[in-house]
């Protein structure tokens, strides 16, 4: 696999176990990791500063991944910033849904392992 080197991702995950994963495995791709375990958190980061893609959780506490696809557009630092919705939620409304407010991947946690989750990082990020 190509490195991410120094691309800055957004992890925005309450499961704490699965952010460290995620951000020990991209941080093996030389990407720069940043973790917000709230949507309040990841909003305030993505008004912050300019992330290279946005891994969303779309159950989070405080402000949903939704929520944040809906504010994404009207933060000036995070407008094209692409989003991969990593998520349970795997109906396909929630993936319609998902994709319509401009995920560019829906990938569901349950039956992905990290490999195939910065595989799809770096797919994106062509």
Known sequence: MAKLDGKKILIAEDDSLLAQMLARKLGEENAVVEH????QVALDMLTAKKYDILLLDLMLPKVDGFGILTALPTIE?????????LSNLGQKADVDKGMAMG????LIKAILSLD??????????K
């Open 36 to 39: 917000a375990p709230d949507g």
């Open 77 to 85: 630092k995070s407008k094209g910033t692409p989003v991969i919705v």
């Open 103 to 106: 995920a560019k991947k829906f």
């Open 116 to 125: 195939d989750i910065a595989d799809a990082i770096l797919e994106v990020l």
